[in-house]
């Protein structure tokens, strides 16, 4: 409590000394007991880490200095670009892709990344997407010789718009020198996350307006094939569920989407705490104080880190996303729906979790004939295909030995909610799995509930792994 006086004291010296506007005291202030609470969604081996950092006071001049032109937490920042390569087109896209990149001391992979950008999608989905690559390097000769390669290899999406090439002059950044030495990181590595944060906060005030979505992606990346089609199908599925950050790589900086909207906050949330921490825990705050607490995770992985060096000292970096598959087209899109269940709940294992992209499982108790999990979807749905696994590598027992899975329409109200009334059986469970292909081929009516039922007692306790569900087009509205 001290600590957190302590701090509203420098906040009142703060907003006497500045223009900033009250929204970004506040803000501020939210940052730092977020850090100073024990919130689930921090990492156990982060949270030392985290409090060491909320020790530090923020630089209030040095803020002055970036925020000077701020009057709106959600306006963009007044930077004036270089065009390096193409222009915008005047007509928004569904998804802008954004890549900052900077001369490395051992390879460069940025090209092989742009090309599986463009050689992974279709020449309809080409249409939906622009590619901004912000060259972040102060070095301009390195820029201009990168920008001519681009432009020989990639001259022909730059004329279609589908390729920016831009530049931050140095002149907008803030200062580089003097920074926090927080988690007692070497001087030269503060000056790199630190500016990594400015170059991507940057690229995400540039993009603001070029698309419904933004994906982030790095500079050492290749992509599934046709992951526009997975991702828009993953978007369609979470139409009217509140989210900040959707997530299709479990790695870095990669495949983080947001809705364009929100980048402008982004922005100005990366260079606010620039000096802080690096931009992947910044990111884990600005979902949080967006009321996402925890992460939404898709897989397969849409994006696989390539490269060996990374644009730190050129230091090796080998890491590879084991969720990654190649092809993206069998994600499974989940549609909205409730999930109700008369099975013993142990502890927090909730029948949502299950249903969850979120790499998490439903438990139960013993298991009695006729216990069942349903779910209930919004509205009713087409499905291809459906998938459960019951179990885990560790408890390996814990799984459905006997049961059967079902679909459902004609709903009716009950006293414990919505149910259907007409049930068929599409198979029985083998080993505590199954799955069932052409389901849309085998049922007439459109689906309104999938129940899985419980054939035999058993005293094993029953692990939901995952239930995945692959929807078609023409479900109705």
């Not at 290899?153 to 920016?164: D, M, Q, T």
């Not at 994906?215 to 094939?225: A, T, Y």
């Not at 979120?358 to 999990?373: M, N, Q, R």
Request: aromatic share 12%.
């Amino acid at each position: 409590m001290r600590l957190v006086l302590k701090y509203l004291d420098k906040m009142r010296y703060f907003r006497k000394r500045s223009t900033i506007p009250f929204l970004v005291a506040l803000i501020t202030f939210l940052l730092f007991i977020n850090l100073y609470i024990e919130d689930g969604y921090v990492l156990e081996e982060d949270k030392h880490q985290l409090r060491e950092t909320s020790m530090h006071p923020l630089n209030s001049e040095r803020y002055v200095h970036t925020f000077k032109d701020i009057t709106n937490f959600s306006g963009t920042i007044n930077v004036t670009y270089r065009y390096l390569a193409g222009t915008p087109l005047p007509r928004k896209k569904y998804l802008t892709i954004g890549l900052s990149s900077v001369k490395r001391k051992r390879g460069n992979y940025l090209l092989e990344t742009i090309k599986s950008i463009f050689d992974q999608s279709s020449y309809e989905e080409l249409k939906e997407i622009v590619v901004v690559v912000h060259l972040a390097d102060f070095d301009l000769a390195w820029c201009e010789s990168l920008v001519q390669e681009i432009s020989r290899k990639f001259g022909h999406h730059i004329i279609a718009g589908r390729l920016l090439v831009i530049h931050a002059p140095d002149k907008y950044y803030p200062s580089l020198d003097g920074l926090k030495r927080n988690y007692n990181d070497p001087e030269d590595r503060v000056r790199f996350r630190s500016k990594q944060n400015v170059d991507y906060a940057f690229l995400l005030n540039f993009c603001t307006n070029l698309s419904d979505f933004y994906m982030m992606l790095e500079d050492d990346v290749r992509c599934s094939r046709n992951f526009l089609t997975a991702l828009k199908k993953v978007v369609a599925s979470r139409e009217g569920l509140y989210w900040v950050m959707l997530e299709f790589s479990k790695l870095g900086y990669i495949g983080k989407l947001y809705h364009s909207r929100d980048l402008p906050r982004l922005a100005h949330f990366l260079l606010m705490f620039y000096q802080e921490m690096p931009c992947d825990w910044l990111l884990i705050h600005f979902r949080g104080l967006l009321a996402q607490k925890d992460a939404i995770r898709f897989k397969p992985s849409l994006f696989q880190h390539m490269g060996y060096y990374s644009s730190y000292k050129g230091a090796e970096n080998k890491l590879k996303d084991d969720d990654f598959e190649e092809d993206s087209l069998d994600i499974p899109d989940n549609p909205p729906a409730s999930l109700y269940t008369n099975i013993n709940v142990f502890e927090s294992y909730d029948a949502a979790k299950a249903y969850s992209s979120v790499d998490e499982y439903f438990w139960g108790k013993a298991l009695s004939t006729g216990d069942f999990y349903v779910i209930v979807f919004n509205k009713a749905t087409k499905i291809s295909k459906i998938k459960i696994i019951t179990g885990t590598d560790d408890r390996q027992n814990d799984i459905l030995h006997h049961g059967a899975l079902e679909v459902g329409e004609k709903l009716v109200g009950t006293k414990k909610g919505r149910q259907c009334s007409s049930y068929i059986t599409l198979g029985e469970f083998k080993k505590g799995n199954i799955e069932v292909h052409d389901v849309d081929h085998k049922i007439a009516f459109d689906i309104e509930c999938v129940r899985i039922v419980v054939t035999a007692s058993q005293k094993e306790w029953l692990i939901i792994r995952s239930i995945s569900l692959w929807t078609t087009q023409g479900a109705s509205q």
